[in-house]
């Protein structure tokens, strides 16, 4: 058997400030979304840098990808671990959050006591860009994730359960559901050899924290009834369930927010529309929610904690199987149940797509019209995200007051 070649988890003597501050410079330039953030990371810390080798940087990606929430933090984290740990790892997230984190909660704010003057042609132009994002995104997924019938199917059965019966507050049974799919559609058999388990005490402390904040904390919400812990629970099952990163953040955060009547779809679209524009991580969109949110407690510090707890996940799942990451790919049973996982989550992108962006988005023919230039200026002029936000933005406050 080939013996596959492991991740070095030998933590160089880096300082920390200087890990902070590559990620903090990449998180002020690495606009893109995460395949472009991944791409950045590989030209600054394999080709410039040359921390790694190609093929170590390779595993990271493959990792990062195994494991729930945001795949290019993820990549930024374990950067991180293996230059310096633990602290290593935080200080990665920090440099590359922070940029974006800081503009999303000043606009949250911002939109909050202004959205009055806000013109309605230009948040036209910026659902008529998010609505063409997403379609981008989903096209890019499905020629990944969806390319057999069988994983078609996997995709499809999710979209109907969730446009049909109005099933979103069971994505977590459907995850479940496609995983085993998965298992029974591809099969996968084989065993690549790896090193011996060794137990990581660290690890299995990580771990544990995951799981039981996992579990106590919807508990400890639907006894106490407390608005912050609710909103804390919302947050950090979003981060634990978004397999795929990116754009597959927002049926979830639909499901647990915007369902939940806890803000208007208006804000919501916007929000999520201004995160397309900003350099650095789209998860970063939690801080414009939390910011948003009408709660007694002050925005920025509602704005952050929900930034936190949609992050923490991947902080713990990364400390967490990273040491066995390694004896777990060496299974062919596992990466069949991810083939099922990935094909559910682009049919909960195209259900997210359906509702709430084209019910919202279609209401005159202002809005085919910039549906359409939107089309033209992203897939054929080929736009930066920023931009094309931008142009959109312009032309829908233009076409306003015409």
Not at 180 to 205: A, Q, T
Request: with cysteine; proline share 3%; net charge positive.
């Amino acid at each position: 058997m080939k013996k596959k070649k492991k991740i070095n988890n030998q933590k160089e003597k880096t300082s920390l400030f200087l890990i902070f501050f590559e990620f903090l410079m990449l998180g002020l330039t690495s606009f893109g979304g995460p395949i472009a953030h991944i791409a950045f990371f590989r030209e600054n810390f394999v080709i410039k840098k040359k921390w790694f080798d190609e093929k170590t940087y390779i595993d990271i990606v493959s990792f990062s990808n195994f494991l729930p929430g945001p795949s290019s933090s993820q990549v930024g984290m374990c950067i991180g671990y293996l230059k310096r740990g633990i602290l290593g790892t935080f200080f990665a997230w920090l440099g590359f959050t922070l940029p974006s984190a800081i503009i999303m909660i000043m606009f949250a704010i911002g939109y909050i006591n202004f959205n009055e003057y806000v013109s309605s042609g230009f948040l036209q132009g910026i659902k008529a860009v998010v609505l063409i994002i997403v379609l981008q995104a989903i096209i890019g997924m499905s020629k990944q994730y969806l390319n057999d019938f069988k994983k078609i199917f996997i995709a499809l059965c999710t979209l109907i359960t969730l446009i049909a019966f109005d099933l979103y507050t069971f994505q977590f049974l459907l995850l479940i559901f496609s995983a085993i799919l998965g298992l029974l559609f591809f099969n996968d058999h084989s065993f690549i050899r790896s090193e011996k388990i060794k137990i990581n005490y660290n690890s299995i402390m990580f771990l544990t924290l995951f799981f039981t904040i996992f579990i106590c904390l919807p508990l400890i919400a639907n006894i106490y009834e407390i608005k912050l812990i609710e909103i804390s629970d919302k947050f950090f099952r979003t981060g634990s369930l978004v397999f795929g990163g990116g754009h597959v953040v927002l049926p979830l955060l639909k499901n647990e927010i915007l369902n939940s009547q806890l803000i208007n779809e208006e804000t919501f679209i916007f929000g999520y529309g201004l995160a397309q524009a900003i350099p650095g991580p789209l998860f970063t969109f939690s801080a414009f929610l939390g910011s948003s949110l009408n709660l007694e407690f002050g925005k920025i510090f509602v704005g952050s904690l929900c930034l936190i707890m949609i992050f923490l996940p991947s902080f713990l799942m990364v400390l967490g199987v990273m040491p066995y990451w390694n004896f777990l790919r060496s299974f062919g049973k596992v990466r069949s149940c991810l083939i099922g996982v990935n094909a559910c989550v682009v049919g909960f992108l195209i259900a997210a797509f359906y509702d709430p962006i084209i019910v919202s988005t279609l209401n005159d023919k202002n809005d085919y019209f910039l549906i359409l230039l939107g089309a033209v200026i992203v897939f054929f002029l080929k736009f930066p995200q920023w931009l094309s936000v931008l142009t959109l933005s312009i032309c829908g406050f233009v076409i306003n007051y015409l």
